[in-house]
């Protein structure tokens, strides 16, 4: 069956460096989507992106935050100068397009990166 | 704007008990999705369920049950006789579909989660 998948499955980095978190979604999904979860906490939407576009992004994806499709395949996510409370687990998802009613399909989503900022 | 609530934090049960778990919502839509995903202890996130909003019916999957109540704005998610292996975080979601005069790209609104640990 086809997944989701996430490199790398851990990042340490240093506050105040760049990251870029990279995911490669189903092949023939059409929409994708960040998520963060706090050690602990519950699952935080980030930025949702279709058409080579942001479609929807929360109040946590600031301007220290980017997202991209740089090819058929990958999609990234990028924190410019990191923080220490960007220490979470990132997940990507993406789900296929149905018409309208895109909703009602689960996402799927990769296993996860845990980003822990020193 | 969408919110999901799992009032219960942790649950403890010894195997082969049936276990519910609770999730109530609130959204201004009248066509949603809700969801429930699993969260084993390695951390991924396993889709287990999904309900429409206009299909009201409970169905049950294996030993998996829901129980849809659109009157009261909650999404209940039952395991029968449960097993060590189905100890995990539990997460409800929602999905609005963008009626409300809104737009909706199917972007999920978690609930905080529930702890169920199944002991032997």
């Known amino acids: 069956e086809p997944e989701v998948t996430q490199t790398p499955s851990h990042q340490v980095t240093q506050m105040g460096q760049e990251v870029i978190l990279r995911c490669v979604p189903i092949s023939n999904h059409l929409y994708f989507y960040w998520y963060r979860q706090i050690l602990g906490q519950k699952v935080e939407f980030l930025v949702s992106f279709y058409n080579n576009e942001i479609s929807e992004k929360s109040e946590i994806f600031d301007d220290q935050f980017s997202v991209e499709r740089p090819d058929g395949s990958n999609f990234t996510l990028k924190i410019r100068s990191t923080k220490l409370e960007d220490s979470a687990m990132y997940f990507c998802?993406?789900?296929?397009?149905?018409?309208?009613?895109?909703?009602?399909?689960?996402?799927?989503f990769g296993d996860g990166t845990r980003l822990s900022i020193l | 704007a969408q919110k999901v609530t799992q009032a219960q934090t942790e649950i403890s049960v010894v195997e082969k008990e049936d276990v519910t778990l609770d999730c109530v919502y609130e959204?201004?839509?009248?066509?949603?999705?809700l969801f429930w995903y699993k969260q084993p202890p390695s951390g991924e996130l396993v889709f287990l369920i999904r309900?429409?909003?206009?299909?009201?019916q409970n169905e049950i999957s294996g030993r998996y049950s829901w129980n849809f109540q659109k009157s009261t704005s909650s999404f209940n998610f039952t395991i029968t006789a449960s097993q060590v292996v189905d100890s995990a975080v539990y997460f409800c979601a929602l999905s609005e579909a963008g009626n409300a005069g809104g737009t909706s790209y199917g972007k999920l609104t978690f609930g905080q989660g529930t702890i169920l640990t199944v002991h032997p």
């Open positions: 998802a993406s789900r296929p397009d149905r018409g309208r009613f895109i909703s009602n399909q689960p996402q799927h």
């Open positions: 309900r429409n909003s206009f299909d009201e």
């Open positions: 959204t201004r839509d009248t066509t949603y999705y």
